[in-house]
Every structure is written in structure tokens, then in C-alpha cells.
């Protein structure tokens, strides 16, 4: 650590020489570096940090959520995983209209797809892994049935959002145990989660989809109310794909995403538009928020409008990213003036965990997994322990909607892994978690890096800020003549009670082979390498 990181009290990047992972809790990234220690790859690696958190991060991540990942073999390409699940083959917005359902709500089995993090994870260990699963499984077994100690920021979040589990829930009984959020340290046990992963560890993804457990979260689910039945389980086996990133330039360098139904599209909008202007380090603090700000409500816009199922919004990037399309949003910014907000139309969601890992072979990983509210939908099966997440709440109801509900089709995401290319090879695994906040965050965070040649640490620390919702929020600390000064040019700001998001990132230095690794200190987590 340099004096000057001791004295302002920031967090340093970690540095490596021939592996890293870093992740948003510690218990992960100790799981993920052992498995690196030991000879395991970044798929192996990523799998079992993931598997931890899905343990330790509950109201974060889960088995019953989705998953997406980049993933860049060393000397291949980059090669895009969608694992996000379907909706029942008899959901559409006219069945549920028939029920007298005019809105999707967080704790409705409506808004349960199937979910398709366990496709995914299998999916990509079948091609890539090299460890077995129960190795993998291992220490995320061992936290579910010995018993975790609750992390600092972990606790804080279960308190804030603990209102969220209704009192007598499954969910509830398990997660604050004597009616209220554990504190710190307090050592919380999941038997039942435990041995749902042995099961996956033995039989793969037909031990989550087909058999005994599938047919038990169904009848659960078909209790609430849901659609959902045993062959929408059974279809769901192989519901992850692969597919092609989509990407863009931006100051020379190539940024890759997930194509839709992900958000990664909102993200290149982004920078795509903010290529038109200078964001580097001589331009002041209120202009490069209020061009982030600009460049996202356009951006938004469109997502919200326009992003789906892939099936339902063929050709999207190709023609949102055209020249034309960026020129004409890009003169719709006036750099001294607010425009008017777009309209929003989609929930409000922070729940995701994000990981990254770069192994000695050189192969990078960059992995989301979510839930989507805290506690997902907060409904538990208590006989299989796994909670379910609520990701089928972005469907639209309005059948004339390209993202409305229906047999089969996937909603629309936010969760996105972001993959930095220069020079056509790989130098940066990254992502931002923070529901609607990530393409703003992705699109802030490597203009940081690339505009003002921030180190990823001190980027990732910078304060935040995000137009949502007809206002600018900001996290607390902003200089008060900046806050005015955006106030002068008519954004309406909203300062948070608490931090936006968290983030991770390695950087990959191509001529020493040095690995510098940032967690931000959001969140628990932590970069370590070897």
C-alpha cells in the first residue's frame, strides 16, 4: 500500500503474476483462489465462488436464479453464455388476465421462470471445466450444512431489506432466525441448499430440472398459483446457449457484452454516444456526470422500449449501434441543459452477485449471477431449501410489447458481464452490480479507465451517480458546488441513503503478464491472486 492510499483511506488493486479472481464476498474469493491454487481453470474457479456465494450472498444469488457469462479461452475468442430462464409454456398475458392478474408483483410465482443458473453453470463446466463438480461444490457444501459467519455488509442489507420476507414465510423463518436480521458473525446453516448441490454435483443438471426435485418445486410453485408444470422444468435442462457477444469501439478499444435479452446493449449505447464528447481529465466533474447522465436516459429509453427475448428483437444492436442511430441520439444532448427524463417502465432491483477470474493458462471469466430483488421473489420451497427468484417481473403485460410475458420466452435482463478487448486480445474481465444501475456503471467505469487513466481500484471508488427515474441520483460526498451546478442545469437530485452498486475487474497486462485486480469496497469482497 503507497502512503498516499494509507493516508486517504482507499482501498489499493491487488497485484498477481499468474492468477486472480475477485468477487464481491471473501468467503468466495478464498473458495475461488483455492481452486486456482490447485491447478483448477477460471471456469472451475468461477463455478465454485459462485456455488459459495449462492450460500453466503442469499439475498443476492441463488440455484433458483439466472446467470450469464463471458467467457475468453485463452488464444479463442469471445464466447457469450445465456443462462436466463423461460417463462411456462401457458403464461402469456391473456392466461393471467384470466386469473384477474393486471400486474406482476415481487412475490407472485408469475413472476418465477424456470430458472436457468444451473443450466448454465453445467453447461459451461461439461466444455470448459477441468476439476469435478463435487470438488467445486465442495466448500459452498460445507458453508450450507457446517454453518457461515454473516459478513459486515451482508448484515447491513438483511436489515435493511428483511421487511421484504413475510413473517411466518419459509423464507422468513430461515433468514432471520428469532424474527429478526443476524447480526454480524452470527453463523447461519442451509442443510437443505447443501444437499441440493450434492445432488447437482453427482448428477449434474438433471438432478435441478428432472426427478424428484423438479417435481417438488413444481407442486410448490403450482401451490401459489403458478403455471408452471413438470415438462417446463424438463424443457429447461438445456435452456442456457451459447450465443455471439455483441460489441462496440469506444477511444480505440473494443467492449464486449451479452446481446439482448441482457441489458448490454444500454451499456454500448452509452459509450457509444459519450465517444462524441471529451470525457477526460480536464473536463470537470459536474460535465462528465452530466453527459453519463444524458448519454443513459437516451439510452434507457430505448431498452425499456425496445430490448427482449433475442426472438423478439432480431438485429436490435446492429441497429441501434449504426452511425445514424448514435449521431441522432448523440445530438439530442445539450452539454449546459437536462433533457426531459425518459419514461421508465421497469422494477427496481439491486440484487447480484458478479465475479471475474483470469487463470495461468490465461483464459478470463466474467460471471453474473442474480436473484433479482432481495430475497428474489422471497418465496422457498421448505422441502427442497431453494428460494426463487423474480425475474419474470420485467415481462410487460401489454401484448403488444416485444418483452410481454409468454410460453417460453425470456425476459428481459439487467444482469451483464463486461469483457474489455485491445489490440484483438483480452485485457480486462469486469462488471458492475446494481440492477438497472449496470450498463451506467459499465459505461462510467471504463470511461474512468480509458478517458482519465484511473487504475481499475480508483475507478471502480469514484462516486456514482445515475439518472433514474426523472431524477439524478448521487451517492453521498459529492462536492456541494457540483451539486449545485447540476441543479443549475435542471436535473432534480436525489441523494442516496447508501452506496450504488459494487464491481469487480482484473486487468491484464499483455507485455509483463502482471494481474491487477479491484473489489470495490461496496461490497465485502476482495481481489487475491498468486
Not at 468466495?28 to 459462485?50: K, Q
Amino acid at each position: 500500500m503507497t502512503h498516499f492510499d494509507f493516508l486517504s483511506g482507499r482501498r489499493p488493486p491487488s497485484y498477481a503474476s499468474r492468477a486472480m479472481i475477485a468477487t464481491s464476498h471473501p468467503l468466495s474469493t478464498s473458495a475461488g483462489l483455492a481452486v486456482l491454487s490447485e491447478g483448477g481453470n477460471a471456469v472451475d474457479a468461477a463455478i465454485c465462488a459462485c456455488a459459495v456465494q449462492c450460500v453466503t450472498d442469499t439475498h443476492m444469488t441463488g440455484i433458483g436464479g439466472d446467470c450469464f457469462v463471458l467467457y475468453a479461452p485463452a488464444g479463442g475468442g469471445v464466447r457469450a453464455l445465456n443462462g436466463s430462464g423461460m417463462a411456462p409454456a401457458a403464461a402469456s398475458p391473456e392466461a393471467l388476465r384470466a386469473k384477474g392478474i393486471t400486474e406482476l408483483t415481487q412475490t407472485s410465482p408469475h413472476s418465477i421462470t424456470i430458472p436457468g443458473a444451473i443450466s448454465a453453470w453445467c453447461l459451461l463446466h461439461d466444455e470448459y471445466g477441468t476439476l469435478p463438480l463435487d470438488r467445486l461444490f465442495a466448500p459452498a457444501i460445507r458453508y450450507a450444512e457446517e454453518g457461515f459467519p454473516i459478513t459486515a455488509r451482508v448484515a447491513r442489507d438483511w436489515a435493511a431489506v428483511g421487511d421484504s420476507l413475510q413473517p411466518g414465510d419459509h423464507a422468513a423463518r430461515l433468514f432471520l432466525p428469532d424474527g429478526r436480521a443476524p447480526q454480524a458473525g452470527t453463523v447461519l446453516r442451509q442443510p437443505l441448499l447443501g444437499a441440493r448441490l450434492r445432488e447437482i454435483a453427482s448428477k449434474g443438471a438433471a438432478a435441478f430440472y428432472t426427478g424428484e426435485t423438479a417435481a417438488k418445486m413444481c407442486r410448490y410453485l403450482q401451490g401459489l398459483g403458478g403455471l408452471h408444470s413438470d415438462q417446463d422444468f424438463h424443457d429447461s435442462l438445456s435452456v442456457a446457449r451459447w450465443e455471439d457477444p455483441i460489441s462496440a469501439s469506444y477511444r480505440g478499444c473494443e467492449i464486449l457484452e451479452c446481446g439482448p435479452n441482457g441489458q448490454g446493449l444500454a451499456a454500448l449505447l452509452i459509450l457509444r454516444i459519450l465517444e462524441g464528447f471529451d470525457m477526460g481529465p480536464q473536463v470537470s466533474q459536474a460535465d462528465r456526470i452530466h453527459l453519463l447522465a444524458e448519454a443513459t436516459k437516451l439510452a434507457y429509453h430505448h431498452r425499456d422500449a425496445l430490448i427482449a427475448d433475442p426472438a423478439y428483437c432480431e438485429g436490435l444492436a446492429a441497429q441501434l449501434l449504426s452511425d445514424e442511430v448514435i449521431e441522432t441520439l448523440r445530438a439530442r444532448i445539450d452539454p449546459r441543459r437536462a433533457g426531459k427524463p425518459a419514461l421508465w417502465t421497469e422494477p427496481e432491483h439491486r440484487d447480484t452477485i458478479y465475479l471475474c477470474v483470469v487463470d495461468a493458462e490465461g483464459n478470463a471469466i466474467s460471471f453474473i449471477n442474480s436473484i433479482f430483488h432481495a430475497f428474489g421473489s422471497t418465496r422457498l420451497d421448505p422441502e427442497t431449501g431453494i428460494l426463487f427468484h423474480s425475474r419474470g417481473l420485467s415481462f410487460s403485460l401489454d401484448p403488444s410489447h416485444p418483452n410481454a410475458i409468454g410460453p417460453g420466452k425470456r425476459p428481459m435482463h439487467t444482469i451483464i458481464p463486461g469483457m474489455l478487448r485491445e489490440n484483438g486480445r483480452v485485457t480486462m474481465p469486469f462488471g458492475v452490480m446494481g440492477g438497472h444501475y449496470q450498463a451506467a456503471g459499465h459505461a462510467g467505469f471504463l470511461s474512468a479507465v480509458l478517458d482519465r487513466g484511473l487504475d481499475i481500484q480508483s475507478a471502480m471508488e469514484e462516486p456514482r451517480s445515475f439518472a433514474f427515474d426523472g431524477e439524478l441520483q448521487i451517492e453521498p460526498g459529492l462536492p456541494d458546488r457540483v451539486c449545485r451546478e447540476l441543479e443549475e442545469r435542471g436535473h432534480r437530485l436525489s441523494v442516496l441513503d447508501g452506496p450504488l452498486g459494487g464491481s469487480q475487474a482484473i486487468r491484464i497486462d499483455r507485455e509483463t503478464g502482471v494481474l491487477t485486480g479491484a473489489s470495490d469496497s461496496r461490497k465485502d469482497g476482495m481481489a487475491a491472486g498468486y
